[in-house]
Nanobody
């Protein structure tokens, strides 16, 4: 069973930064892809970013490209970071980390491709 846990959420003013962390472990295997999604009240879950193990690929949602950066602490994606800069009020949401042990079935941007999810961490951007 893969355990996924996020941390690093909080409150910040517009223009500020936060870094989220995701720990996804499944000895002896490691996640093939780790993705970040977010969900604001009354809205559908939205793709934010994804990273493949061994640096295979990196993807970003259009609303965060150029402001958010995803990275991995190692080639196995056991710890993945989401650096969020120039935050805007519309970035306010619960952020979820998700992992899959194989190539995402429906693509890296689809929530249905991921088998393991964290509990989520709240990010609030307001003045």
């Amino acid at each position: 069973q893969v355990q996924v846990a996020e941390s690093g959420g909080g409150s910040v003013q517009p223009g500020g930064s936060l870094r989220l962390s995701c720990v996804a472990t499944e000895p002896p295997y490691s996640p093939y892809t780790v993705g970040w999604f977010r969900q604001a009240p009354g809205k559908e879950r939205e793709f934010v970013s994804a990273i493949g193990s061994n640096g295979r690929y990196v993807y970003y949602g259009s609303s965060v490209r150029g402001r958010f950066t995803i990275s991995s602490a190692d080639t196995k994606n056991t710890v993945v970071y989401l650096q969020m800069d120039n935050l805007k009020p519309e970035d306010t949401a619960v952020y979820y980390c998700a992992a899959t042990l194989s190539r995402p079935r429906a693509g890296e941007r689809e929530a249905s491709s991921y088998d393991y999810w964290g509990q989520g961490t709240q990010v609030t951007v307001s003045s």
